[in-house]
């Protein structure tokens, strides 16, 4: 509460130039794979849905590589985002489709009852917007207006790890891991989380197929 408070009350001293603010993103990113080796077990497909599955080992991977460069380069938002070209061409190919859209990802990213477990009148908008770029983060996608910084000071590792599993493994999520991050929160808090995964998620998905298209349509 009180980083958050500090975060949106006080200024911050000098602006982080673009070297540094690539060195936030990157290290966020890297340690997602801690994440997945300390606390995240391999999804097992269980023999009667393996039968279905083609290949057994396909799922998420890191887009970010354990002391190498990465397979994939960043997806920067600068360069395409929902809002400036997704949006347009999703609209373009399926009338209206691209507003229902909008309106679902704006009101799950807005949603707020101004509460943090007991406090009342708490802004949330900073907290909300570290979770979800966390998650773009987590599919490479980059904020280049956001600096990641915030991610670690604002979001505990209980809560990175949870996030983590819903984004990434959601079939081996369990309540144990529910009930393991914000104990003093409210539950329409925590579901509140797994909104934002659902929806962030999602829209991270759309940004890489209709850009794809609209490489392939020019």
């Not at 077990?41 to 849905?49: E, F, G, K």
Request: glycine content about 4%; overall charge negative; proline content about 3%.
């Amino acid at each position: 509460m009180e980083k958050m408070k500090k975060l949106t009350e006080e200024p911050q001293e000098g602006e982080a130039s673009q070297e540094e603010m690539t060195k936030r993103f990157e290290k966020v990113e890297s340690q997602t794979i801690e994440l997945t080796s300390a606390d995240v077990v391999a999804p097992t497909p269980q023999a009667d849905i393996l039968r279905f599955v083609d290949d057994s080992h396909f799922g998420y991977q890191d887009f970010a590589k354990r002391g190498e460069a990465a397979d994939i380069p960043t997806f920067r938002v600068q360069d395409y985002s929902w809002e400036e070209h997704g949006y347009s061409l999703l609209n373009r190919l399926y009338p209206d489709m691209g507003t229902y859209l909008d309106e679902k990802f704006g009101i799950t990213y807005e949603l707020t009852y101004y509460t943090m477990g007991v406090l009342n009148g708490v802004d949330t908008s900073t907290l909300r917007r570290s979770i979800w770029n966390y998650i773009h983060c987590m599919f490479g996608i980059r904020h280049d207006d956001y600096d990641y910084g915030e991610v670690n000071q604002l979001l505990e590792r209980s809560l990175k790890s949870y996030i983590k599993t819903v984004t990434c493994f959601p079939e081996r999520t369990t309540r144990k891991d529910f009930d393991s991050f914000w104990r003093d929160f409210k539950y329409s808090e925590k579901v509140h989380v797994n909104l934002m995964v659902t929806e962030a998620r999602m829209q991270a998905e759309l940004l890489y197929a209709l850009r794809a298209l609209m490489r392939h349509m020019t």
